[in-house]
């Protein structure tokens, strides 16, 4: 057994000792290990491009990530905020229930990677409703805000996991039938997926809600409840004493002069 392969693990550890960049660490340690194997180096170079393409799904959102940076570099955000500012009648919840609404849709037809945190969440959903939120609430604190981005990222989240469980192709519903033949009993993929339309639903009834009730607030006038609105005293709006208008008095309260006289 040829145990000089196992350098590869040597110059991982060592690589990464020294913080070196990782991606290169990985790219020398797998060369050198094939080289050391007996393979060429264009053979070795073929069994990158082959594991390359086997997995270029799973690499396609690192492809994706600088584009979109890109983008907010020159303004992405920017338009996208500005895009909602000038629409009428837009307010977060209902921007928010379309997008629940086209995440959970796309997700149910297999397309998953058409939307997504990076791809569209930070880059034009969050902006769009954070924009949408300050229309509604001109005092909007950098709280409100980040619950704003919160609530985008959250209705992301709610429309691909009720969603994606209607295709038939997904891998949760393939795991779901591997099982259940394994254990004797056959169903076909559609008969599990037409099982999570009902649940789809519901998600999105009960997160409309919750988004509709996020509007409710953010369009609500401050100080509603009254407190904060009135001094301790009693009721009432004090009113500065000056040499014209003299402090009121209630009932009980001593007159200026200390004779003890009740308004």
Same mark, same amino acid.
């Given at each position: /057994?040829?145990?000089?392969?196992?350098?590869?693990?040597?110059?991982?550890? !060592?690589?990464?000792?020294?913080?070196?960049?990782?991606? $290169? =660490?990985?790219?020398?340690?797998?060369?050198?290990?094939?080289?050391? #194997?007996?393979?060429?180096?264009?053979?070795?170079?073929? #069994?990158?491009?082959?594991?390359?393409?086997?997995?270029?799904?799973?690499?396609?959102?690192?492809?994706? $990530?600088?584009?979109?940076?890109?983008?907010? +570099?020159?303004?992405?955000?920017?338009?996208?905020?500005?895009?909602?500012?000038?629409?009428?009648?837009?307010?977060?919840?209902?921007?928010?229930?379309?997008?629940?609404?086209?995440?959970?849709?796309?997700?149910?037809?297999?397309?998953?990677?058409?939307?997504?945190? #990076?791809? @569209?969440?930070?880059?034009?959903?969050?902006? /769009?409703?954070?924009?949408?939120? *300050?229309?509604? &609430? %001109?005092?909007? @604190?950098? *709280?409100?805000?980040?619950?704003?981005?919160?609530?985008? !990222? #959250?209705?992301?989240?709610?429309?691909?996991?009720?969603?994606? &469980?209607?295709?038939?192709?997904?891998?949760?519903?393939?795991?779901?039938?591997? =099982?259940? *033949?394994?254990?004797?009993?056959?169903?076909? %993929?559609?008969?599990?997926?037409?099982?999570?339309?009902?649940?789809?639903?519901?998600?999105?009834?009960?997160?409309?809600?919750?988004?509709?009730?996020?509007?409710? +607030?953010?369009?609500?006038?401050?100080?509603?409840?009254?407190?904060? &609105?009135? %001094?301790?005293?009693?009721?009432?709006?004090?009113?500065?004493?000056? %040499?014209?208008?003299?402090?009121?008095?209630?009932?009980?309260?001593?007159?200026?002069?200390?004779?003890?006289?009740?308004?």
């Amino acid at each position: /057994m040829n145990y000089l392969v196992l350098i590869g693990i040597l110059i991982v550890v !060592a690589g990464f000792a020294l913080r070196l960049n990782p991606l $290169l =660490v990985v790219a020398v340690s797998a060369l050198a290990t094939g080289l050391i #194997a007996g393979k060429g180096f264009v053979e070795v170079l073929s #069994a990158f491009g082959k594991a390359f393409n086997d997995n270029r799904f799973v690499t396609f959102i690192y492809i994706l $990530l600088p584009v979109i940076g890109l983008l907010e +570099r020159y303004g992405l955000q920017q338009r996208a905020r500005t895009m909602v500012g000038n629409m009428r009648g837009a307010t977060t919840g209902r921007l928010l229930i379309g997008y629940l609404l086209f995440r959970q849709i796309s997700a149910s037809l297999g397309l998953i990677s058409v939307a997504g945190q #990076a791809q @569209t969440v930070r880059p034009l959903v969050a902006p /769009m409703a954070e924009a949408a939120a *300050e229309r509604q &609430d %001109p005092a909007l @604190t950098e *709280e409100g805000r980040e619950k704003v981005k919160a609530v985008a !990222a #959250a209705t992301d989240n709610v429309g691909l996991f009720f969603g994606e &469980d209607i295709f038939i192709a997904i891998g949760s519903i393939l795991l779901m039938v591997g =099982v259940l *033949e394994q254990n004797g009993i056959h169903l076909a %993929p559609l008969q599990l997926s037409v099982w999570a339309i009902p649940s789809a639903i519901a998600a999105f009834l009960i997160h409309g809600a919750r988004l509709l009730l996020l509007d409710r +607030r953010l369009s609500s006038p401050r100080g509603t409840s009254g407190e904060g &609105d009135h %001094p301790k005293g009693g009721g009432g709006v004090s009113v500065a004493a000056s %040499p014209v208008t003299p402090p009121p008095r209630f009932a009980g309260s001593p007159s200026p002069s200390g004779d003890g006289e009740d308004l």
